[in-house]
């Protein structure tokens, strides 16, 4: 990894430690049963990607895999509210593992969504349909941070019963455990929902500096134990990600928002698993987004994958870059640009395939199994 190992266990607040907040090992290390440890997941394809070695075939999941382009998915969630099929283990367990029966991916992404962490804080928030997350009452003065609730590490027996249940199912297939990043967390916190340009979280960035701070960390704190919770349960690796971070330019990045992605990973970089920041519309951000301490970095579909390897220095293995607008082009169209895609990929260290955003709902599953055959018919390098 390239940033420290320094380890932040203290409360969401980011002011004081207190035995709520902390995991039951909190000297930080796996259980010896943990599937990294025990044989199952440490030399499967995925894992021996992102860790730079070379697998015994190519590497495939797709993000938003588990969901909403699957009958299968919108059978189970008939009737159950978005957040309320995330905190039920049993259903969240069953929506994680459909793609992977379908598939044959090459690993599980843990079904959930990004603000799970303020729900299970005490956060008035919901999914609201054509929509997207939308908060009670918007985070926007130094008075609306303090008032935030505490997440606690028993708040999180939900996320790791879930966890539990499916790496029990899953044998040698690593689950990938995810959590949204600050900037992204908190930019829903201050627009209250969804936004096209984030003009609200970057106006408070340079308008009351202290208070965005203090935003950023409790929202770091938030996703670092939703993530370590994940990963302490069974998940082999864990994935950052920055839906919103393409809004802002290099400098505000490194400035206001690296900071509080680096604490975020401290929750959980000590553990072993490897790490992935991925984020949408960050082409010019990649060896920022590198230097916050990951061990993979996701590429979009908009930088080609030896361009990104090229900017990075060779420096990490890579994630992606199918584009998603692709899976509904003609089979010859869709084969050409994946080759063209692996052909990319070869120049990194290491290389996941994945799209370069998520899977669309209106995709055909269909093609995602015949991609991912195709994919694991081109021999590793």
């Known amino acids: 990894?390239?940033?420290?190992?320094?380890?932040?266990?203290?409360?969401?607040?980011?002011?004081?430690?207190?035995?709520?907040?902390?995991?039951?090992?909190?000297?930080?290390?796996?259980?010896?049963?943990?599937?990294?440890?025990?044989?199952?997941?440490?030399?499967?394809?995925?894992?021996?990607?992102?860790?730079?070695?070379?697998?015994?075939?190519?590497?495939?999941?797709?993000?938003?895999?588990?969901?909403?382009?699957?009958?299968?998915?919108?059978?189970?969630?008939?009737?159950?509210?978005?957040?309320?099929?995330?905190?039920?283990?049993?259903?969240?367990?069953?929506?994680?593992?459909?793609?992977?029966?379908?598939?044959?991916?090459?690993?599980?992404?843990?079904?959930?969504?990004?603000?799970?962490?303020?729900?299970?804080?005490?956060?008035?928030?919901?999914?609201?349909?054509?929509?997207?997350?939308?908060?009670?009452?918007?985070?926007?003065?130094?008075?609306?941070?303090?008032?935030?609730?505490?997440?606690?590490?028993?708040?999180?027996e939900p996320i790791r019963e879930a966890v539990r249940l499916t790496v029990a199912q899953l044998g040698t297939t690593p689950l990938i455990g995810f959590a949204g990043a600050p900037f992204t967390l908190a930019a829903y916190m201050v627009e209250g929902k969804p936004s096209r340009d984030h003009l609200g979280p970057r106006t408070m960035m340079h308008a009351d500096p202290e208070t965005w701070t203090a935003l950023a960390n409790w929202a770091a704190d938030a996703s670092g134990m939703f993530l370590r919770a994940q990963l302490e349960a069974g998940a082999s690796a864990a994935q950052l990600f920055d839906s919103w971070a393409g809004s802002l330019g290099l400098a505000d990045y490194q400035r206001f928002v690296a900071p509080a992605s680096a604490r975020a990973l401290d929750h959980v970089r000590h553990l072993g698993a490897p790490l992935i920041h991925f984020g949408t519309g960050t082409s010019e951000l990649l060896v920022a987004m590198r230097d916050v301490g990951v061990d993979v970095v996701g590429v979009d579909y908009r930088l080609p994958l030896d361009e990104a390897n090229r900017r990075l220095g060779?420096?990490?293995?890579?994630?992606?870059?199918?584009?998603?607008?692709?899976?509904?082009?003609?089979?010859?169209?869709?084969?050409?640009?994946?080759?063209?895609?692996?052909?990319?990929?070869?120049?990194?260290?290491?290389?996941?395939?994945?799209?370069?955003?998520?899977?669309?709902?209106e995709t055909d599953p269909a093609v995602l199994t015949r991609l991912v055959e195709l994919i694991h018919s081109i021999a590793p390098e």
Not at 319 to 341: K, T, Y
Request: glycine letters at 8%.
């Open 1 to 156: 990894m390239t940033s420290s190992a320094a380890t932040s266990d203290a409360t969401v607040t980011g002011t004081s430690s207190s035995d709520a907040t902390l995991p039951p090992n909190a000297a930080g290390t796996l259980d010896p049963g943990h599937p990294l440890l025990d044989g199952r997941t440490a030399d499967s394809p995925l894992i021996t990607a992102y860790r730079g070695g070379r697998p015994s075939r190519r590497p495939v999941w797709f993000m938003r895999q588990a969901g909403r382009s699957l009958p299968e998915y919108l059978k189970v969630r008939e009737g159950v509210a978005m957040l309320d099929s995330c905190l039920r283990p049993e259903l969240a367990s069953e929506i994680t593992l459909q793609p992977v029966r379908r598939h044959d991916v090459d690993a599980a992404i843990f079904f959930s969504d990004i603000v799970i962490p303020l729900k299970l804080a005490g956060v008035g928030v919901d999914i609201v349909p054509g929509i997207g997350p939308v908060l009670e009452k918007p985070i926007r003065t130094a008075a609306d941070v303090a008032a935030l609730p505490q997440l606690t590490w028993e708040a999180l």
């Open 314 to 361: 060779g420096s990490v293995p890579l994630q992606g870059n199918i584009d998603p607008a692709l899976l509904s082009a003609p089979w010859d169209v869709l084969e050409a640009h994946v080759r063209d895609v692996v052909r990319a990929g070869s120049a990194a260290p290491g290389h996941v395939l994945n799209l370069g955003h998520g899977v669309p709902p």
